[in-house]
């Protein structure tokens, strides 16, 4: 599985990083909710998604 985070950080925010490329709390955040979406996608059709 492959997640385009690269994509998704170019068009967030500066407080998603402590560094040049280290992410903020708020960035681990964001690197897990790309992650989640994907999974979530994956799911069998009538399986339950936890909010």
Known sequence: MLIDLHAHFLG???SW???TI???PRG???VR???WRDLVK???AGAEAAP
């Open 28 to 30: 681990a955040s964001e």
């Open 42 to 44: 994956r799911l069998p």
């Open 12 to 14: 967030g925010e500066a």
């Open 33 to 35: 909710r790309c992650y």
């Open 17 to 19: 990083f402590t560094s």
């Open 22 to 24: 280290e992410p903020s």
